[in-house]
């Protein structure tokens, strides 16, 4: 059975940091492109920041040279550092495991971020 669980989401003010992370079992988690992806009221889940199983990340423009992505292979975890946080960062944290095999991918719950000014 697989499961992906996020934590870390809490309430912070413009500037403040936090750092998110994700766990997922039951995958070979190695061989994942591991993601994290945001969703604000009313908008869309859109890509904040991944990492493939090379190590090599891509960000979204907003987030650049602010969020941080990384990963512990052995503890089956990526984490998502996140500073300098302003209120537009503010949504549903989801992270998503994809397999680079055979592209099935699975979700967590999601953890809420709330950037107040």
């Known amino acids: 059975q697989v499961n992906v669980m996020e934590s870390g989401g809490d309430s912070v003010r413009t500037g403040g940091s936090l750092r998110l992370s994700c766990v997922a079992s039951?995958?070979?988690?190695?061989?994942?492109?591991m993601s994290w992806y945001c969703q604000a009221p009313g908008h869309r889940r859109e890509l904040v920041a991944e990492?493939?199983?090379?190590?090599?990340?891509n960000y979204a423009d907003s987030v650049r040279g602010r969020f941080t992505i990384s990963r512990d292979n052995a503890k089956n975890t990526v984490y998502l550092q996140m500073s300098n946080l302003k209120p537009e960062d503010s949504g549903v944290y989801y992270c998503?495991?994809?397999?680079?095999?055979?592209?099935?991918?699975?979700w967590g719950q999601g953890t809420q971020v709330t950037v107040s000014s």
């Open positions: 039951g995958i070979l988690f190695s061989i994942n492109t």
């Open positions: 998503a495991a994809i397999s680079e095999r055979n592209l099935r991918d699975y």
């Open positions: 990492m493939f199983s090379s190590g090599n990340t």
